[in-house]
């Protein structure tokens, strides 16, 4: 049965629009979004979520998920209005409405009934809470109408305007201000990341990656070689970042940045501090903010770096400054964990590989690499021989997933046919 008769059976009603939002890939970058640091990333297109959805007139929320077991309740039905469920991956969807209903100032908001569709691994690292989250502001924005903070934009116009991406000042402003409440959404629930998943997922274009500015929250687009391939490598290690350990970390880094402000006045967030400064008070810091602040201070020389290499071609110049990023989040950040630091060295051991690193929060999730393109197949054979066959891999009876993340445009809006 097809998506659009789930849909049916599920509601009793044809679906009105669909939505695709691919998933994300931070190529460099990582964990130095929310020191407003830069990152580069790009959308996965084959890697992605795709919803049907029908506005409503009423409050009510009706979800299904078709990637959920039973015991995982797969379907909800609540109020815009509704408490608080307990349910984690509902909880993405309320904390949505929480900032949409906030950025309208009313107390309820139009729901909708969603069939929701991923093939992007839970925990793996490559955003699926991010996506369902955006998923969740569009359908709103479809039922409610869509605003860029000062105006209302029509749902044909914001259509147009977030399916094309053009690069003026009034698209731009629209799509800031969806990924903003996107940030905020996951705030409320519990996380203290920063947006750049919401933008990598929203404002991706094909061909390209992302370099994000996470100050003015400004983006530009840098070209990704056609000889190149970007494979992702999942460990098959989930990680739950409501529980992980990275708030502790942005936690120390600041409490280091507090002691420097007072020699330098120009220190906002750790991204203003250079490794000049850091070395010369090094021994007024504890060990973990000294290593906390490093990581992202080194991650924001590298970001620029790995650009130009890309650009010259340099591609054994990239590989390594993901090496060295892969390092940092072992050593300085502590992120990693057995199976990641076993899979990114299967990686670079690897035919055709220039350089590879743990992507997004850690605790386990994937590896991203760097692999000539026409070496591709050979290594991910090579990847997952090595990676499933390392005694460590081998006693948990791991069956790792290692597929090549093909770049793609963000968040789609399709108007379908048929009636409510």
């Excluded at 970058?29 to 407003?36: A, L, R, T, V």
């Excluded at 891999?393 to 790792?400: M, Y």
Aim: glycine letters at 8%; charged letters at 30%; hydrophobic letters at 35%.
């Amino acid at each position: 049965m097809d998506t659009n008769n789930i849909f049916r059976e599920k509601f009793g009603r044809k679906p009105l629009y669909k939505i695709v939002i691919p998933s994300r890939v931070v190529l460099i970058g990582e964990h130095s979004d929310y020191y407003e640091n830069y990152i580069l990333a790009m959308g996965a297109e084959n890697v992605h979520m795709t919803s049907l959805v029908a506005p409503r007139d009423d409050d009510k929320v009706r979800m299904h998920s078709l990637n959920l077991k039973a015991e995982e309740h797969p379907f909800e039905e609540f109020s815009t209005q509704s408490d608080r469920i307990k349910d984690q991956w509902v909880q993405y969807v309320q904390g949505a409405i929480a900032m949409y209903a906030e950025e309208y100032t009313r107390k309820a908001l139009k729901g909708f009934d969603i069939l929701i569709d991923s093939n992007i691994p839970i925990g793996g690292g490559l955003s699926s809470s991010s996506v369902l989250t955006m998923t969740t502001l569009t359908a709103l924005g479809l039922s409610n109408g869509f605003t860029d903070g000062d105006k209302k934009i029509s749902t044909d116009k914001a259509i147009e305007m977030i399916d094309e991406k053009g690069d003026d000042a009034e698209t731009h402003k629209l799509l800031r201000k969806l990924c903003m409440m996107g940030c905020w959404a996951e705030y409320w629930y519990g996380t203290r990341g920063g947006a750049m998943d919401h933008f990598a997922t929203t404002v991706s274009k094909k061909g390209y990656a992302t370099l994000l500015d996470n100050r003015p929250y400004t983006y530009e687009y840098v070209s990704i070689p056609d000889d190149l391939s970007i494979i992702v490598c999942n460990t098959v290690v989930r990680h739950n970042q409501l529980f992980s350990e990275f708030d502790h970390r942005k936690k120390d880094a600041m409490r280091g940045l507090n002691k420097l402000e007072k020699y330098y006045s120009n220190l906002d967030n750790v991204r203003d501090v250079t490794l000049e400064q850091l070395e010369k008070h090094k021994d007024e810091l504890t060990s973990e903010e000294y290593r906390r602040m490093r990581h992202p201070i080194t991650e924001k020389i590298r970001v620029f770096a790995f650009i130009e290499a890309l650009k010259a071609k340099e591609f054994e110049k990239a590989g390594e400054l993901l090496n060295q990023t892969h390092k940092s989040l072992d050593e300085d950040y502590e992120v990693t964990c057995e199976e990641l630091n076993i899979m990114q060295k299967a990686a670079v051991d690897s035919p055709g590989c220039f350089g590879a690193r743990m992507v997004g929060g850690g605790f386990g999730g994937c590896v991203v690499a760097l692999v000539a393109k026409n070496s591709r197949d050979e290594f991910i054979k090579s990847v997952k021989q090595k990676y499933d066959g390392a005694p460590e891999i081998r006693k948990q009876k791991i069956d790792s997933e290692i597929w090549e993340a093909k770049s793609g445009d963000g968040l789609k809006i399709e108007r379908l046919t048929g009636e409510k």
